[in-house]
Each structure stands twice: as C-alpha cells, then as structure tokens.
C-alpha cells in the first residue's frame, strides 16, 4: 500500500503519521493505490520581470522529495498569439526567456510538454484590476486570548478596482544580539595534554539577522469590508516576549489580487492543509485546478496557473518604537565556569568541542557560580554568538 505526498511550497494536502492516544493500535493515513501526477506551480504577475514556473511529481511517503520535471518545454501564450518561452535553470525550475508582464484585457494559457511526449493546457486567465497597499503598519495589542503582542496590519485602496479576494505571503527579518558577546574566544588546541587558548574571534559574532518566510495560505476577501476596501486586516501577530522585536524587526508583505476562481482553489487548497480536516468524509486525493492533459482527460493534474496583481510594501520598527523603554525580552543566559579537568571527566574541553559554549570572560571571581570552578567564564552558544540563530552578512535592503 503506497502512501501519497504533494509537493507545493504552500504545504499542499501534507499529512504525516498519526499516533491516537486514545487507541492501543496505530492508524495510519494511506492510499490504496499511488497514481504520479504533476504539480505545477505559476503566478505570473504584473511585474516587469523574470516570470517563474516550477514543474515536479507528486511522490510517495517512501520517498525523500518531489522529483522535478527536466527538459520540458514551457511556454505561455496570450489571446494575441504572443508567445512567452521560459528556460530551465535548475531540475525543474523554469525562467521566462525574457522579463515581461501580466496585462489588464489580456488572456493568458501555460503550456507544457513533458519529454515524455505529454501535453497540458490551462484554460485562460485574466489579470484582475490593481489594487495597491495604501498603509502597512505596526502596532501594539493585546489580542482576544489576553496575549500582549504587535500586529502588523493592511490597509488597501481599490483604486476604482473591482477586485474582491487577496492573498498575502510575507518575509520578516530580524535583528540578534549576542548579549554576552565577547572579542574573543575558546579553542581546544589538544586533549593530551589538554592546552586550552584564548584566541581572538575570526568573525563577526555579536550582531546577525534572521529572515523567515511566510508558510501558511493567507487569505482575505472584502465581501464585508465598507467600500470593498482592506482596512485594519491583522496579516501576523507576534507575541511581545518574542525575541525577534526585540531589537529591530523588518517585514515585506507581497498582496496578490486574485479572480474569484483563483480565490476559491487556494481556499480549497489552505482547507485541505488544515490537521483539523485530515480525517473528514472530502477525499484529499485531487483538487481540481486549471490545467489538464490534452492528452488524457482523466489524468489528474496538481495546481493552478495563475495571472495575479501585486503590490509589496516593507515596515520597520524597533522596540522602543512601541513600547519605548519597558523591558526588553531576553534570552536566558547563565554565565558557568566548567573545570577543565575533574574526576576524570573533561567539562570544560568537551563543551568547547561540542560547540555548546562560548567564552565570555577570565574568571576572576566578579560573578558567582556554581559548581564547577575553571579559569574562564562560558555562556550558552546562543548567548555569545549570534551565528548560531542567524547569518552575519547583512541583508541588502536593511537600514537602521
């Protein structure tokens, strides 16, 4: 019996074992028969720019991961015959020859050949009408749970659109601290004899950034809003004793407006990616998207081609900000100094070859500790080098 994966970048219909506490048995979500199908990712927007298209196979759970789709031919063309021909950079991975656009009064198709010999078609796909972020923004709140925290919100202008369904990814980046940062540090230069050394470090270790990039399915419709308008809509809410605000924090918001047709496969899409639903009576096997088989009408085809506007709009804020010179959140740090050698154990060599501490300063009695009593002072790595949450390089875009 071969379990099913479905390879898409927003979790697309991800189930994993499943062990029922209530139960002596285990019971494990599977499909009688696996059937390969392809799964198509494409947004093309109205940007001017390299347009991208990823092509891979569904997989089994035996499986590592997705096996891309090589040496296809790609292409998409307009109701004007325009033809646009993308290239292969990577297994799978195809860029449009040139850089081009999404136009509004124009229809769009993707087609694909396999080197198989198999053929796909999208039907036509229009761009929605643009609508822009008019405010991206901050604040602090306390939300319905009683949580303290800041919610990044959205406004939008329609811009005479009539555009009615969005949805949302976003990049944040964050500012770390090495609070017990020092010029120097550990080595073990030999075990036998044990020769510790104070060295100066090779990099920089007090200050890096973290970037993480949105993974759920983020979407809003104005159904209800006065005048059709995104107003105050909460994109993320980020707990105040996160770590990530407590320097300085950055975030880009990308809005894509939808078609209604769109709207409702992504929809359908976020539903199936849901734990909560995994056991209800709707089969996850296949969600009807856009594209199919010129070939085979009944060969199931996974994902949608779609034609979408975008705007993004990046924010950044510090701490004091918001919450001026209340106090910040901290990581735990507690300063230790390990014997280098006792009751044949080796506290001191072993942390530094494990990587788990790092040096902060020579031990002159300045802070108490307990237990073992060495010649240096150690803090946890995460407490002396930022290298271990984040990267040192700073990002293009950021500013202080």
Known sequence: MKKIKINLTYSLLFIGALFLTSCVEEFEISTDT??????????????????????????????EDASPVENATVKII?????EYPFEEIEPGNYVSSNVFMAELDRAYKLSIQTNSGKSYLSDATALPQ??????????PITNEEGEEGVAIKIDADQNNSNTRYYRYEYEETYKIIAPYWSPSDLVLVSRDPIVIEVVPREQDEEICYKTNVSRDIIL???????????????????NKKDLM????????????????????????????????????????????????????ENEKVVGYFEIAG?????????????????????????????????DFRTPLPDAIEAGTVRFFDYNTGLYPVEGFQGPYYVVPADCGDCTTQGSNVVPDFWVE
């Open 34 to 63: 696996y059937e390969q199908a392809l799964v198509v990712e494409a947004v093309i927007t109205d940007e001017l720019k390299y347009q991208h298209i990823k092509l891979s196979n569904t997989y089994t759970f035996e499986e």
């Open 78 to 82: 307009d109701d004007l015959d325009n």
């Open 220 to 238: 809003e419709n104005t159904i209800n809003y006065p005048n059709h308008e995104v107003a105050d809509y909460q994109l993320r809410f980020i």
């Open 130 to 139: 643009n609508t822009s972020i008019s405010n991206f923004y901050a604040e």
């Open 310 to 342: 975008i705007d993004s709009k990046r924010i950044f804020f510090n701490w004091e900000d918001l919450y001026g010179f209340e106090p910040k959140p901290e990581l735990d740090c507690e300063i230790t100094a390990p014997a280098i050698f006792i």
């Open 245 to 296: 605000i407590a320097h300085r924090y950055s975030i880009l918001v990308r809005q894509y407006q939808q078609s209604l047709e769109a709207h409702t496969y992504y929809k359908t899409l976020k539903k199936f990616s849901d734990r909560a639903n995994v056991f209800s009576q709707i089969q996850t096997g296949n969600i009807n998207g856009n594209i199919y088989s010129v070939n085979d």
